[in-house]
């Protein structure tokens, strides 16, 4: 089975910049959507941004315009770029699929974003 493992993660002052990468251990060509999840203290986990096969992307309201998803299938490696980053973005960040079940979960990549 695929397994995932996020990095990328880091402490970064507010308005800064991040790249977290997302590697799977196998193929990730025939998985249509991949999905960045993140969870802040206390909240529940929750889809912020999707990309499907056909690089179609789609975010949730509160990273529009500063998040952009992208997918490299050569490299098995789902992509999210963070910019103009604010102290609510602060959580742990995973990558999943989106539909037809999860994947086991990886560790996830902190994410801390000081004001």
């Known amino acids: 089975q695929v397994q995932l493992v996020e990095s990328g993660g880091g402490l970064v002052q507010a308005g800064g910049s991040l790249r977290l990468s997302c590697a799977a251990s196998g193929s990730i060509f025939s998985i249509n959507t991949m999905g960045w999840y993140r969870q802040a203290p206390g909240k529940q986990r929750e889809l912020v941004a999707r990309i499907t096969s056909s690089v179609i992307t789609d975010y949730v309201d509160s990273v529009k315009g500063r998040f952009t998803i992208s997918r490299d299938n050569a490299k098995n490696t789902v992509y999210l770029q963070m910019n103009s980053l604010k102290p609510e973005d602060t959580a742990v960040y995973y990558c999943?699929?989106?539909?037809?079940?999860?994947?086991?979960w990886g560790q996830g990549t902190q994410v801390t974003v000081s004001s």
């Open positions: 999943n699929k989106v539909y037809g079940g999860f994947l086991p």
